[in-house]
Nanobody, 115 residues
C-alpha cells in the first residue's frame, strides 16, 4: 500500500558526512509524520529523527546537533543529513512513515562509520 525506499548509505570515516534519502510511493496522504530509525546488531531499534508535515523536527539525544531531517512534501521525499559521524552511528537506517494511523518501514540502508 505504501512503499518506502531508502538510499544513500555506505562507508564513511569518523567525522564524515552522509545524506540518506527516502522515496515514498503508493497511498501517500498529505498529512503524515515521517522519520528515521536505526538498528545495529544486538541492539534495539532506535528512533533517530522525526519530522511532521509542517516541518517541526525532533531528534534523539545521541544525534542532536549532528543530524538534520528534512522533507519535500511535493516529491514525497524525506532526507537525513548526517554530519560528524561516529562509529556508534553504524547501523541499518530505516525510513518510517505514519500515515492515517498506519506505520510503515522501508528495507533500510546500511551506514558504516569506520576509519
Amino acid at each position: 500500500q505504501v512503499q518506502l525506499v531508502e538510499s544513500g548509505g555506505g562507508l564513511v570515516q569518523p567525522g564524515g558526512s552522509l545524506r540518506l534519502s527516502c522515496a515514498a510511493s503508493g497511498s501517500i496522504f498529505s498529512l503524515n509524520t515521517m522519520g528515521w530509525s536505526r538498528q545495529a546488531p544486538g541492539k534495539e531499534r532506535e528512533r533517530v529523527a522525526t519530522i511532521i508535515y509542517g516541518g517541526s523536527t525532533s531528534y534523539a539525544d545521541s544525534v542532536k546537533g549532528r543530524f538534520t531531517v528534512s522533507r519535500d512534501n511535493a516529491k514525497n521525499m524525506v532526507y537525513l543529513q548526517m554530519n560528524s559521524l561516529k562509529p556508534e552511528d553504524t547501523a541499518v537506517y530505516y525510513c518510517n512513515a505514519l500515515i492515517r494511523a498506519n506505520l510503515y518501514w522501508g528495507q533500510g540502508t546500511q551506514v558504516t562509520v569506520s576509519s
